[in-house]
């Protein structure tokens, strides 16, 4: 009985943990043969450049849907820090000053998002959905709906340059990636995480600050969505006010392809990497196929739902 | 007539259970029981808690089928197969929690899911109306139908269990703790309206913890103690010892290896006047180093309650909390835990354990920061540790990476002790530390509360298994509605004094 169980449980995680790594090494292995260009080192870092915004968002997201809420503001928090940061510049500040205040303003939002949901007791979803439409329209308000251009040069290589060859938003996921993924194994804050969605009342009785840890969660998610609006400006060399507009679902779906589970307690960091990865590789594959853009969206949608139906059947 | 409290039957009785037996994996909840009931009687079911009372009404109401036995309605033989054969067969069950949707009126809830009965295809509001009506007439509600159910009291809304259940031509109803959430003016109008139903020849199975209301209510009585059925009682010649007697039998107390460990009397835990609005008034009690001090009580006499606002999970209103001879201030459970209170809750998967994580991680959790240092965890350290604390725990699993849902409710639970080991802490409360484990897991937990009291702490331990309060306490404070109703010394204590007190039934004895 008990071996059985361990059998069980361990093929169950086992499974879990590298299926999503299957699913992109198959994508990458079937694109490659039909697309020669596919494989070549300038393709791999354009792709890599190209989810670099989603994997931010998606970093974040991955911290709030381990507690078992959701983050559905993320894209309006990266419109308004990028504008926040263009508008600064286009003032005269500094371009590393004006991004801090960009990374500030998303933290501030990200804890008004949390501290609706825990002080306030308003659902995850639907507090980030009210959040959403209103920084979007501060976003509007701030900029009067009109790109702000922002072409200083020590500024647009953070979007635009490359350091040893790497593009630097690369570089910026990367240390993302193993700074939140150190902390999540490592610390107690990223073990409250895992226990407070595994079970709130549990870890409120562990003496967890529960209350504490989320507000934290959903702003340090505003942070990452911070970060992603100033590399995208940068990369942009100006401020869309409407930048961001969907990239939460995004986010959500690369959180999903990885493997973390949407009630909470299960996940990881490298899921989500690995999910943002799948994302990013369909859209570039299918662009080097000449795939329209219409079918482009039909096959993700498909790999989205295949990739949650395998993971249920694993489960029961 | 065949009114009971005249000691003659004449008619077949309207239900009869014969030779009723159900097993769960090996354990007999249900050994043969033998029930009947009369049209036009009011039949009390009385016993302990997991006596089996809750698994005899589920097998009438369709809910389980049983192993063995026969149910007959009106002579007639059944075998329900779902709750709502059993329905149409004319069991109603009256459950503690309401099966009804606030958001819809009276009438809609009274018929929900057979409004075809009121025409095809579109209801016929008015003749709907004018039935739910009658219905509530029959069972003297006088409200208007179309009222929202969310709208009404409690009393209100069981009245209109009472009238859904009446028209499915409900003869037989059960009523399972009617009136634990009644004021007492809606307990009298649900007296009234039992005793109207019982003029109108329905019978009807009420179980109660609480004697007076059976002495006031029932016509007979019967009492069933670890699945059996010990004997029926007319109320009028039963007194209350007799009742608590049969309830509670002789049992063997070998079971609970307790040794006295308080050393030299040395105040641990003193709580003076803990109360939260409606739910605990003014409790107060203390326990030494070295004691078990038991808490009985029914179920909702405010025991868990009393848990949770010790230990800071709920608000206080007022009361004061020393430990050790210092005041101390309890705000949050963080507070708690950091003066040293341990707490094994009752819910043991709902709020003792993170089922998804893994034993180690559910070791460490309440005692993290010791396994910190400059902001992260000392892997290896903590490893060491949950290995340790399984061993010494007799843990059957995998290994410390084992997802605690994957063990058995014996090894969950002592991971849910296992915890707050690490911590060292002063002073457990520990409520049902036993439920739903096995005999050979309880001995050892038990043994493992005898090591603790060993080493100077002291005890709280919440339980409704009157065997082991007795058998485990130096002392037991009783609990009723929310208030300190007894404290007896082990010596003086017996399960009859307990349960007296706990029921507040002294009433029967005159």
Known sequence: MHREMKARDLRVSWLQKMGPLAGLLLIIILLSTISHDFLSMSNIFNVLRQISINALLAFGMTLVILTGGIDLSVGSILALSGVLTAGMMGMGIEPWLASLIGIIAGAVMGSINGLLITKGRVAPFIATLATMSLFRGLTLVYSEGRPIISDDYSFVIMGQGYFLEIPIPVIWILICFFVLGFILKNTPFGRHIYALGGNEEAALLAGIRTVGVKVAVYTLSGIFAALAGIILTARLSSAQPTMGTGYELSAIAAVVLGGTSLTGGKGWITGTLIGAMIIGVLDNGLNLLNVSSFYQQVVKGAVILIAVLLDRSQKT | ?510
């Open chain 2, 1 to 510: 007539m065949n009114h009971i409290e005249r000691g003659i039957t004449i008619t077949a009785p309207l239900l009869s259970m014969v030779g009723i037996h159900k097993s769960f994996a090996r354990v007999h909840v249900l050994k043969h029981v033998d029930f009947t009931l009369q049209a036009g009687e009011i039949h009390a079911l009385l016993g302990e808690n997991g006596a089996g009372k809750s698994t005899l009404i589920k097998v009438l109401s369709g809910i389980y089928s049983a192993d063995q036995g026969r149910i007959h309605i009106d002579g007639k033989e059944q075998v329900f197969k779902s709750p709502r054969a059993a329905l149409v067969a004319g069991v109603g069950v009256i459950h503690q929690e309401f099966n009804l949707v606030p958001h819809l009126s009276i009438c809609e809830n009274i018929f929900l899911g057979r409004e075809h009965l009121f025409g095809r295809g579109w209801i016929r509001w008015r003749k709907m109306r004018r039935e739910a009506l009658l219905w509530l007439e029959k069972i003297g509600l006088l409200v208007d139908p179309s009222c929202k159910v969310g709208e009404l009291s409690i009393g209100q809304q069981q009245m209109v269990e009472i009238a859904k259940a009446l028209s499915f031509d409900a003869q037989i109803l059960v009523l399972d703790e009617p009136t634990a959430a009644l004021t007492q003016s809606e307990k009298k109008a649900l007296f009234a309206t039992l005793c109207r139903l019982r003029e109108k020849q329905v019978g009807m199975i009420y179980i109660s913890h609480r004697l007076e209301e059976i002495e006031e209510l029932c016509d007979r009585i019967t009492v069933l103690r670890n699945g059996e059925s010990i004997g029926t009682r007319m109320t009028k010649e039963t007194s209350m010892d007799e009742l608590v007697g049969l309830m509670v039998g002789r049992k063997i107390q070998e079971q609970f290896p307790r040794e006295l460990t308080i050393k030299q009397p040395a105040e641990r835990l003193r709580v003076e006047g803990l109360t939260q609005q409606g739910k605990v008034s003014q409790v107060s009690f203390s326990i030494q180093a070295g004691e078990i001090l038991g808490m009985a009580g029914l179920i909702g006499a405010g025991r868990t309650e009393m848990a949770n606002l010790l230990f800071g999970v709920q608000k206080q209103d007022a009361g004061e909390i020393w430990l050790d001879g210092k005041q101390i201030r309890i705000r949050h459970p963080r507070d708690a835990i950091q003066a040293g209170l341990a707490y094994v809750t009752e819910d043991r998967k709902g709020e003792g354990l993170v089922l998804s994580r893994s034993v180690k991680e559910n070791f460490t959790l309440p005692s993290l920061a010791s396994f910190t240092k400059g902001g992260f965890i000392r892997k290896q350290q903590e490893n060491e540790m949950a290995e340790k604390l399984m061993r010494q725990l007799g843990i059957r699993s995998t290994g410390i990476e084992q997802k605690v849902g994957f063990l058995s409710g014996g090894n969950q639970q002592k991971v849910a002790i296992g915890k707050w080991l690490l911590h060292q802490p002063k002073v457990w409360i520990l409520d049902e530390p036993t439920r739903g484990v096995d005999i050979g897991a309880k001995r050892e937990i038990y043994q493992l509360i005898n090591q603790l009291t060993e080493q100077g702490m002291a005890i709280l331990l919440i339980s409704s298994d009157l065997p082991e309060v007795l058998g485990m306490s130096d002392r037991i404070l009783v609990m009723r509605e929310g208030k300190r109703v007894a404290l007896f010394n082990r010596e003086d204590a017996d399960e009859e004094k307990v349960m007296q007190a706990a029921s507040g039934g002294g009433s029967l004895l005159a």
